[in-house]
């Protein structure tokens, strides 16, 4: 099955400062890598995704990058603020089910 | 406002009580999901019902029981469960395929 790595598990920044979590995928088949946002106590929440037939999205402060290749894809956040704090994973689609990689608890330090 | 409604939100069980974890949507989505997840884990996939069809059981035990009456609807059945199963029970809901799961807001689970 497929086994999704994510990186770092926790990540500590400056606010106005940039943000980057990586993850790295085994399954060559999988083709939809979303991202989720889950702050403490709530439910995950989808903040960008990116399909296999794309390198790279943007909606706002908020950037993925997929390389195929390496089978490794990546998020990004400029300009971090104290609300971005919260546990970021990402998964990968492959057959009929998501795999989430461990998260990444992300402090924003005002 | 959440798209994917669970009930109850907090649930307290002794381990031989029956119970049942509610969960509805109403967005048109064919595929649903129960999920469990401890503190600052990842969601773990249990049940993955596609047009009303158990489609995956991830081998979970048998005191857990799915069911999906429509399309709109999925419950969980709770039978003999542990202490270890405490924990907070996500459903989900998606259009079949590469699209992204909608979660609801959890039933947060205590078994004492």
């Given at each position: 099955g497929e086994n999704v790595e994510q990186h770092p598990s926790t990540l500590s920044v400056q606010e106005g400062d940039s943000a980057v979590i990586k993850c790295t995928y085994s399954?060559?088949?999988?083709?939809y890598f979303p991202w989720y946002k889950q702050e403490l106590g709530k439910r995950p929440q989808l903040i960008i995704d990116i399909r296999s037939n794309v390198g790279e999205k943007k909606d706002q402060r908020i950037a993925v990058t997929l390389n195929k290749t390496a089978k490794h894809f990546s998020l990004h956040i400029t300009e971090t603020q104290p609300e971005d704090s919260a546990v970021y994973f990402c998964a990968a689609h492959t057959g009929n089910q998501f795999y989430f990689g461990t998260g990444t608890s992300l402090t924003v330090i005002p | 406002d959440t798209e994917v409604t669970q009930t109850p939100k907090h649930l307290v069980m002794g381990m031989t009580n029956k119970k049942s974890l509610k969960c509805e949507q109403?967005?048109?989505?064919?595929a649903m999901y129960w999920y469990k997840q401890k503190a600052k884990k990842p969601p773990e996939l249990m049940f993955v019902y596609s047009y009303e069809k158990l489609s995956i059981n991830e081998s979970v035990p048998s005191r857990f029981s799915p069911e999906c009456p429509n399309s709109s609807l999925l419950n969980l059945h709770l039978h003999a469960l542990q202490p270890e199963d405490s924990a907070l029970y996500l459903c989900a809901s998606s259009h079949p395929g590469t699209n992204p799961l909608h979660f609801g807001n959890g039933t947060r689970l205590t078994v004492t």
């Amino acid at each position: 099955g497929e086994n999704v790595e994510q990186h770092p598990s926790t990540l500590s920044v400056q606010e106005g400062d940039s943000a980057v979590i990586k993850c790295t995928y085994s399954d060559s088949a999988s083709n939809y890598f979303p991202w989720y946002k889950q702050e403490l106590g709530k439910r995950p929440q989808l903040i960008i995704d990116i399909r296999s037939n794309v390198g790279e999205k943007k909606d706002q402060r908020i950037a993925v990058t997929l390389n195929k290749t390496a089978k490794h894809f990546s998020l990004h956040i400029t300009e971090t603020q104290p609300e971005d704090s919260a546990v970021y994973f990402c998964a990968a689609h492959t057959g009929n089910q998501f795999y989430f990689g461990t998260g990444t608890s992300l402090t924003v330090i005002p | 406002d959440t798209e994917v409604t669970q009930t109850p939100k907090h649930l307290v069980m002794g381990m031989t009580n029956k119970k049942s974890l509610k969960c509805e949507q109403h967005m048109g989505h064919r595929a649903m999901y129960w999920y469990k997840q401890k503190a600052k884990k990842p969601p773990e996939l249990m049940f993955v019902y596609s047009y009303e069809k158990l489609s995956i059981n991830e081998s979970v035990p048998s005191r857990f029981s799915p069911e999906c009456p429509n399309s709109s609807l999925l419950n969980l059945h709770l039978h003999a469960l542990q202490p270890e199963d405490s924990a907070l029970y996500l459903c989900a809901s998606s259009h079949p395929g590469t699209n992204p799961l909608h979660f609801g807001n959890g039933t947060r689970l205590t078994v004492t």
